[in-house]
């Protein structure tokens, strides 16, 4: 450290400290280094090319080999977010802007691209300490905002009309059918642990996903697809609709107690077991309960049977977080949800398939106008426009 600062000393005596970002260890080099990835970042909307993304790749590879920045983990993240949505960005300016025929086509291409986009919006949104750097990552954030909007509304129209139509094309899931479609044929072979994760994302999903595969769990998708089946959550999409209807298996309002007699009692699932072997739900208060006597959570009794086929568990981490999470930068990892690695670790002694769902998502929200309505704070009654 000492060595550190006295050569930086003496960069500044001989007024050369503005070559300080050709050293690989000096803390000033690392901030140089950020500025000048930056000011590439700020050109890439005029300069889009090949080459010009290649020169943004080449400033956050110095970055990146800085010895410092290992110990700038989240930081090394957003930078390489930056660096995808500027890739992204570029194939749009290009005139790729993708159009969909179809609401199934369009919810298929934001499983296999959107989401992506979004985890890289929402990374960048905190921001960096380097004023430079968080200037330019608003702008680009700004950029992506616009291009992610036209394309929420595009997607919003044909949700619109593939619901008034009363469409059920092939390609995609009403939540209502989960259970009968996915977890009962599973259920008849193997095991099951149905995790809900309240209001998760496909961002967050995405994000998720990547340290779930760390840990060692292996993501099966049917039929050798890119991405999983999109499911398509209840209008409103809130949990007192969404998730009774997921869990329940048919469309309806209702709260916890109707969840668990609804999931207790599917037809589908009772195939596979009554009595002690019957399927059974487990909300928040459950797990809070459990924690203060692990070792006898009833919980953690029912992942461990030998009996039981179909064990689900809603996880309210996410919902939360949109709650109350406004001042946090969260990393959606496994240990950062509370209940999630006892939960992971006793599905895997128990060789038992793990289904993550949501019962509904949320889109990124970027400098929106809130409004509120009499009905709630995130719908409205239809009055004939988007």
Known sequence: RESCRRAEELLKAIQAESFAYTSDVLPLAFEQRLVRYASALCSTPANSSREGLRALGDARQRVVEHHHACHEARRMERLEMSLRLARWLATRNQGQEGEHGSFAE?????????????????????????????????????????????????????LRDWAAAGSRGRGILLVERVIEEVVAPIAENQRVLLLVLDGMSCAVFRELLRDLARKGWTEVREGGTRAPLPVIAALPSITEVSRTSLLCGLLRAGGAADEVAGFEGHPSLLAHGRGASAPKLFHKLSLTQGREDAANSAVRTAIASKTCRVVGVVLNAVDDHLHKGGQVDPEWKVDYIVDLPALLNDAREAERVLILTSDHGHVVEQQAQMRKHEEGDRYRRDEGRL
């Open 106 to 158: 369009a919810a298929r291409s934001y499983l296999e691209e959107g989401g992506f986009v979004d985890w890289a919006r929402q990374s960048i949104r905190a921001g960096d300490p380097a004023r430079e750097l968080s200037e330019a990552y608003a702008q680009l954030s700004k950029r992506a905002t616009e291009v992610r909007e036209r394309e929420n509304r595009a997607f919003a129209e044909l």
